[in-house]
């Protein structure tokens, strides 16, 4: 089998053709002999019947004129023809037979011969079985010899079953001689076909060999062959020119982003499925300080030796998903590293996509402008203190004018408490910014955190006459998280909620934990934020003016009572610090609530 499948083509296509015209004329000759056997067969069956249906007119009149003679005549017939015949009596002994004596034969009137069983009920039946005596197959007819309306005897006749190749053997020799016959032409055709395709195939072959190898100048030139083999050339040659062009466009394009890449200020590395580096730009060497030559066609373990970057890949591997983490390099410089799993479905050999980002500069910006808020802060401490002590003083000792002096001392008094709610505030989002500030890990029961959120603001709601419910599924279930920056969140959260809700209000804390996030949520029913100011709510200062707030305002802080603007900024830069994400949810009018999902792992 391997030798026939070496050859060419135009062998493989003769001799399949053979083989097929063999498969075909054996099939053929099959069916043709199986129909022929069964018109045999069925044939031999009527002759039969017909000749015993004249014996019966012959031993009717024998049985009731000569009944002694029977045997003798049984046995003239048989030399005559090459049918056995058997009478039978109305008891079933055998009156005469053409090969046997009849004093030797046992009763048929038996079951086990249906022919003779069927006939004694007056039909005529036939039946092919197997005869111990012959050695070979007998179909047996049998027809009931009818006197006066009922069975006077049984004649039957007996002949051996033989096949059409037994019987009639020229038949035999004719289908022989065809299928030869058949044959012959059969490969002379099969000559001519293959020739016939092997040439201008052959042509095809060499010119698809050379354009496999690059050779799109050459056209391919077909001088003899079908119609079919004109138009296989003829989309061959255009295949050919398409591409030649699409080479030459991917050329191009690859050249121009090879070009895009290498001059990026960001750094980025193309990882295949092995973790092979197939592809980085100078910005990538320079930000880890790596030459090029160390990184392409390596395993980036072997190539790039440190582990945040290593494990950044690893996680974007294990969980097929994007993974954006912070490092400080060895040097001092912070690289942001985000690290993409490419997943396009086609054949594109880029598994993992990493890109870094130089944020020494970024980082040492925001350093400075938190410098400055402490500073301020703490420089605004000690006038914020003399402010209070005078005031306490004043209240203490009063005035002349009662009045003028009450309302001197409540504008002191309100404002005094928004330059301390603005310096806690500056203090408290400076803390959650801070780069140098490493989360702390501490075991908390929910129901302790439950516990926390109702004695710091019930009574504080109490006092603006609103419900303020906790619903807290589990409270015996513990989570490790820094409990300094979820208190800060639950405060901020909860004393926009108070201030800016109405009287008659309600507001709803909801801890719920599950198997991978602990879900903070804190809904109240106050004025609402209307939606074009839902992306800005978080940012420092920003308030909602007052024309759109009215008494209660919003609860990013623009009030009327002086809020700092801060307190949803907190929120966010302490949910980040400790890897949540926070979504906003609020209509003018219906309220506004804030979910936190913290991750527990």
């Known amino acids: 089998m391997r030798f026939f499948y070496a050859k060419s083509f135009f062998i493989r296509l003769f001799f399949s053709t053979l083989i097929l015209a063999i498969v075909m004329v054996i099939a053929v000759n099959l069916i043709i002999y199986e129909q022929l056997n069964l018109n045999y067969q069925e044939r031999s069956k009527q002759n039969q019947e017909q000749y015993t249906r004249l014996l019966l007119k012959y031993f009717t009149n024998a049985m009731a004129e000569h009944p002694a003679e029977i045997d003798r005549e049984c046995k003239n017939l048989s030399s005559e023809t090459r049918y056995r015949v058997t009478v039978i009596a109305a008891d079933g002994s055998v009156l005469g037979d053409s090969l046997v004596s009849p004093e030797s034969m046992e009763n048929h009137k038996t079951p086990n011969r249906p022919e003779v069983w069927n006939a004694f009920n007056k039909e005529m039946h036939s039946d092919i079985r197997h005869s111990s005596t012959m050695e070979v197959d007998f179909r047996y007819c049998a027809v009931p010899v009818i006197v006066d309306g009922r069975v006077a005897g049984i004649v039957r006749t007996a002949m051996p079953v033989v096949t059409i190749a037994q019987g009639e053997g020229v038949i035999r020799q004719i289908l022989l001689w065809a299928s030869v016959a058949t044959l012959i032409m059969s490969a002379g055709l099969g000559l001519l076909i293959s020739w016939l395709w ?50 030459s466009q991917i050329t191009s394009q690859r050249e121009n982003l090879h070009a895009v890449v290498e001059n990026l200020a960001e750094g980025v590395i193309a990882l295949d499925y092995d973790d092979r580096i197939i592809q980085l730009n100078a910005a990538a060497c320079r930000l880890i300080g790596i030459p090029v030559a160390a990184c392409l066609d390596r395993i980036l373990q072997n190539a790039v030796r440190i582990p945040d970057i290593l494990d950044a890949v690893s996680r974007s591997r294990t969980h097929n998903e994007s993974v954006r983490t912070q490092i400080r390099l060895d040097n001092g410089n912070i690289l942001d590293v985000q690290v993409y799993s490419v997943h396009d479905g086609g054949d594109n050999d880029i598994a993992v996509l990493i890109v870094l980002r130089d944020m020494t500069e970024a980082e040492k910006m925001t350093a400075i402008k938190s410098q400055f808020v402490a500073n301020a802060s703490h420089e605004l401490r000690t006038p914020l203190a003399t402010i ?70 019930a009574s504080k709601a109490d006092e603006k006459k609103i419900s303020l419910a906790v619903k807290c599924s589990s409270p015996e279930f513990v989570f490790s998280t820094d409990l300094t920056l979820v208190h800060l969140i639950l405060q901020n959260l909860l004393t926009n909620s108070i201030k800016f809700t109405p009287a008659d209000g309600a507001i709803t804390c909801t801890l719920i934990p599950d198997e991978d996030f602990l879900l903070m949520r804190v809904a109240d029913t106050g004025c609402g934020i209307p939606p074009e100011f839902h992306d800005r709510v978080f940012e420092r200062f920003f308030q909602v003016s007052a024309s759109r707030s009215r008494d209660n305002g919003n609860i990013s802080g623009g009030h009327q009572n002086g809020g700092t603007g801060l307190g949803l900024s907190i929120v966010k830069h302490a949910a980040m610090k400790l890897g949540a994400t926070i979504s906003l949810e609020s209509e003018p009018g219906r309220g506004t609530s804030i979910t936190i999902q913290l991750p527990l792992r």
């Open 198 to 247: 092997n040439r201008p195939l052959k042509e095809i072959t060499l010119a698809a060999r050379r354009l496999a190898g690059g050779e799109l100048d050459q056209k391919i030139h077909i001088t003899a062959g079908t119609k079919e083999l004109s138009q296989l050339a003829g989309s061959l040659n255009e295949m050919r020119e398409k591409l030649a062009g699409k080479i």
């Open 388 to 457: 209070r002590a005078a005031v306490d003083s004043l209240k203490l000792e009063g005035a002349g004018d009662a009045s003028m002096f009450e309302r001197l001392l409540d504008i002191l008094d309100r404002h005094t408490r928004r330059l301390e709610d603005m310096t806690n505030d500056l203090l408290d989002l400076h803390m959650v910014e801070s780069s140098g500030r490493l989360s702390r890990r501490d075991s908390v029961a929910l129901g302790r955190l439950r516990d926390w959120v109702l004695n710091n603001f």
